[in-house]
Each structure stands twice: as C-alpha cells, then as structure tokens.
C-alpha cells in the first residue's frame, strides 16, 4: 500500500462522510460502480470496437462493452450509443466533429446563463473550431422559444445546442426541433439538433421529463451527475448513420485505448438506472431540491424556483454578498457549493452574484425532504447573519447528515 498516496483516500472519505455536499453536477456512485472503476478490466487494450478492435484477448471488454451500450440504449430508448468518450467534454468535442466542418455555425445559449465551457466558450476549443452566436434566456430567465426562432433566422447557423449546466427549469426539446425543422424547411437548410444532456442525464433515464433522444440529431452527456455513474461520457442517436460518423470521431480521431473499467462501470450505472428504484431516487431528488429553493424563499431569499435537480440563489440581492464570498461561507461550516453566474449578472465570473445549489448527492446518502427544507434555512441563516457562529452552522450540519448513509459503501439495488 502506497501510504502517502492512500491517506488522501481516508481523507477525502471522511470530507465526504462529514460534508453537505450541494455541489448540482456532483452525485456518489455506488460501490458496484466503483469496484467497477478499479476493476482488472483496466489492464486491456481494446482500440477499436466490440468485434472490430486492433488487439488480441479483447472477448471479455467486448461483452462489458457491448452490456453498457445495449443498456445505454434501453434506458435512454435509442438505436445508438457510443461509451467510449472519456468526458462531457470529449463527447462534444465528437459530436460537433460528426455534425459539422471546421468553421461552421453554432447557435447556444449565452454563457452566462448557463451554458458549458463546450458551447462556444473563448477558452474552449470549441469556439475556436467553430463559429458560436448566442441566443439569451427571456426576461424571467426562462428559456424564450420565440427569441430562439429568430436568432436562427438572424444567425443562420448549422447547429442549433441546447441543453445546460445551470438552468433549473423544463426545457421544451420538441418546441426546439419543430424551430429547427420549421427553418429548414422554410430555407431548405439542413440545421441539426444537438442537446447536451449532462445535467439533467438521470431525470431522463427516470422517464421524469422529455426524452431530448426524441427530438435532438445527437445527444450527449456525462455519465457521474444525476446518472450517478462513473466520471465519463456517452454519446446517444436514433441515426445509424450518424453513428458510424459518432464511431470514427472518437476513435481514431481523438481518442485511443477506450477505458475498459470505467466503460465497465457505465454498464453497472446504466442497470442500476433501469431499475425501479432508480425513479424512487429521482423523484425525491426533485421534491428535495423543491423543498430546499422554498425553504430559502420562505425566509425571504432571492431563488431560481426549480423543475429539476438544481436552483439558484442570487446572493448579491439577497445578502449583499458575492457569489465568491457566499461559497466561503458555507465551506467554513461544512457546505460545499459553488459560485455561479446568474442570469443579467453584473460581476465577474471570478465573483458571480449567484450560488448553484444542487440535492442530487445529499438524496443519495438518504436526504429527506425535512432535511432539504433544514438545509434551506442554515443556508439562509449562515448568509444573510454576518456573525454567524461557524461552530454552531458545523454542529447543524452534523445533525442534519446524522442518519445518512456512508459515501464509500452505497448500494442502490
Ligand atoms: N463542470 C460541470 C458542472 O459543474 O456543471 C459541467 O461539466
């Protein structure tokens, strides 16, 4: 045992165990999925696919593999998937590649409201390989279907991107690929639809709100937040067509070896999505994370409201601090969130005027809805008293997490 790497293990274990963690793009894997991570499977070479790969000895990955796509593709209801992509952001790093050439039009949303690093973002590769314009959310931070049908016809673009990393409401999938459809047809264009599904992956798969593999050309995602898998991606379409386009821009074009244990623990994740009980999971995922936006709003907090997993409080209006400043505050006490920009925000994205909350994590260590609403009112106590005593916001942490369950040994089946 490597003893200066393996304390780090406990370590985190026991951050984990004695935290509150509200981070919304964070969840715990079950110990299947993590046996899976550190599984033999990761000995093998396997570039290529199940039955076409370049290496000897590749029956057994071949099986996993070709277990987690059919599962993929069972739970999420399409003719495709490709496991392979290593992240979120290499899964559309692929997707625009099978959907686009160099320098084409992306249409997305603005930043600021919610997008990803991926769509379009001046750090990214993305905005570099291709060309972004933006549509912005409406006046009340909803999705306006209207603003987007005439930015596509202001910008023209290839693609039109929906999907976020901090929009708490329903999004109308159906609504966005009839504009798609409605400005080819109009300019015989031949726009396509892309969602990036990451966030809301496991409110999908619990058949909770629409299936964006309906409607969208491709769907990606990442396979650890709300799906509660292994850290990856997953690239999902109904068009075998586009597949082998899918196929080919992930390997060999960016990437090599697939990871054969965490394609392993996909296939688990995805099971363990397919059961009953995973519905159960979700369900209370979004009634805690309504539990919590309403308790803040009851003690007179400025919040996002919620049809998902996540909400957003804008704590520059409601307690005179910055998004920077509030996360501090509640790490001190034993919270983890994080800073977040907001819609109309003023301040860099260093600081931000808004924190992202999220439930998805605390509902799988056995969060109760009391214990949303609890969490609502600490957080609201901790921010808005600037002499909060950290001691006694530790102590009603340690309450609140007092019955949930252990990170390192969850079973969800
Ligand atoms: N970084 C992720 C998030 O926190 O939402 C998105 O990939």
Redesign the pocket.
């Known amino acids: 045992m490597d003893k200066e790497v393996f304390q780090y293990f406990a370590l985190e274990a026991k951050r984990q165990n004695e935290g509150l963690e509200l981070i919304?793009?964070e969840n715990y894997p079950s110990i299947d999925v993590m046996a899976s991570c550190g599984s033999i499977m990761m000995a093998k070479y396997a570039e290529g696919y199940p039955g076409k790969r370049y290496y000897g000895g590749c029956v057994n990955v071949d099986a996993v593999e070709n277990l987690a796509i059919e599962r993929a593709k069972k739970l999420f209801e399409c003719k495709y998937a490709n496991v392979q992509p290593h992240s979120?952001s290499q899964a559309n790093f692929a997707a625009y590649k099978a959907l686009l050439n160099p320098g084409d039009k992306v249409l997305a949303l603005t930043l600021n409201d919610g997008g990803?690093l991926t769509h379009g973002s001046p750090v990214s590769f993305s905005s570099h390989d291709y060309e972004f314009a933006f549509y912005p959310l409406g006046e009340d931070g909803h999705l306006d279907y209207e603003i987007i049908a005439r930015r596509m016809e202001e910008e023209r673009p290839n693609l039109l991107l929906a999907g976020y990393?901090a929009y708490p409401y329903e999004i109308d999938f159906k609504r966005m690929r009839e504009i798609v459809d409605a400005y080819n047809q109009r300019h015989n264009a031949n726009c396509h639809f892309m969602v990036d599904m990451?966030?809301i992956a496991g409110i999908i798969a619990a058949k909770l709100t629409q299936n964006p593999c309906k409607y969208a050309d491709i769907v990606t995602s990442?396979t650890h937040k709300t799906l509660r898998g292994p850290r990856g991606g997953l690239i999902l379409s109904d068009d075998e067509e586009l597949g082998k386009k899918i196929n080919s821009a992930i390997f060999p074009y960016s990437q090599g070896g697939p990871l054969e244990h965490i394609i392993a623990a996909k296939a688990v994740c995805f099971g363990e999505a397919l059961q009953p009980s995973f519905r159960k999971y979700m369900e209370k995922v979004l009634e805690n994370t309504k539990a919590c936006n309403d308790a803040l709003a009851e003690k007179g907090a400025s919040v996002s409201g919620t049809d998902n997993h996540l909400f957003l409080i804008n704590v520059l209006s409601s307690f005179g601090l910055n998004g920077k400043e509030a996360q501090q505050r509640l790490e001190d006490i034993g919270i983890t969130t994080n800073k977040n920009m907001i819609h109309g925000d003023t301040l860099k994205p260093a600081y931000c005027s808004g924190l992202r909350i999220g439930l998805a994590a605390a509902t799988s260590r056995g969060c109760s809805k009391e214990d949303a609403k609890k969490i609502g009112y600490l957080i609201y106590d901790c921010l808005a008293n600037p002499n909060f005593d950290i001691e006694e916001g530790k102590r009603r942490v340690a309450t609140i997490i007092s019955r949930w369950k252990d990170v390192t040994s969850l079973q969800y089946c």
């Open positions: 919304a793009s979120g990803h990393s990451a966030h990442t």
